[in-house]
């Protein structure tokens, strides 16, 4: 994520400033373009020591004017990438505009699951602000929408320390992660 980034850059961030505003006077913060910069779509980032039982990741965004659509995927081995096979996805959240509906999915050993879309409701409107949380608990993945439990999504990648990386793509902007 940004932290891992801003490591590159030789800065020392730890994993609670990003929990608050890049706002906050509080905090040191990187220069508007240094912000674009880490947050550019797509991205991809590293989430340190892997998921864990009451870890959360929070994704902030602007949906683009005029949307197709955008992934979240939570993802395993990204200190493989020379492998042959594709890494597993433990979670892939699709945002799809067309047909008004939010999927899940993952790939295990190569092979995607069946994508589950049961919503009440469709979450993302073109052009204005979002939040994504993605709680991990022990048997599933919570997730929350501008504050509203959408649903829950069981783990099929049980190595939870192996789920280190965020990929976010597709028709939005990202205005902060944590």
Same mark, same amino acid.
């Given at each position: ?5 801003? *490591? ?10 990003? *929990?608050t505003?890049?706002?906050?006077p509080? @905090?040191? &913060?990187? +220069?508007k373009?240094? %912000?674009?910069?880490l947050?550019?779509?797509?991205f991809s ?11 959360k990741i929070? $994704?902030m965004g602007?949906?683009? @004017?005029?949307p197709?659509s955008? +992934? $979240? &995927?939570l ?7 020379k ?21 899940? &999915?993952?790939?295990?050993s190569?092979?995607?699951t $069946? ?7 469709f ?10 949380e ?11 929408? +501008? ?9 099929? $990648? ?9 990929q %976010? ?10």
């Open positions: 994520m940004a932290v891992q980034a801003a *490591k590159k850059d030789g800065i020392n961030v730890e994993d609670d400033l990003l *929990k505003s890049l706002g906050n509080g @905090l040191i &913060s990187p +220069d373009e240094d %912000i674009s910069r947050l550019t779509v797509p980032g590293r989430i340190r020591g892997g998921m864990r039982p009451g870890k929070i $994704v602007i949906v683009e @004017l005029e197709d955008f +992934d $979240v &995927s993802t395993c081995g990204r200190d493989s990438e492998e042959e096979t594709p890494h597993d996805v433990a979670l892939k959240l699709t945002a799809r505009f067309t047909d008004r509906q939010f999927m899940r &999915s993952a790939r295990i190569g092979k995607w $069946v994508e589950e879309a049961s919503t009440d409701y979450p993302f409107i073109p052009d204005q602000p979002f939040r994504i993605i709680h991990c608990e022990h048997q599933r993945f919570r997730i929350f929408v +501008d504050g509203h439990q959408l649903f829950d999504f069981y783990h099929k $990648v049980k190595s939870f320390t192996s789920i280190d990386t965020v %976010i793509q597709g028709d939005l902007q990202i205005t902060k992660l944590g």
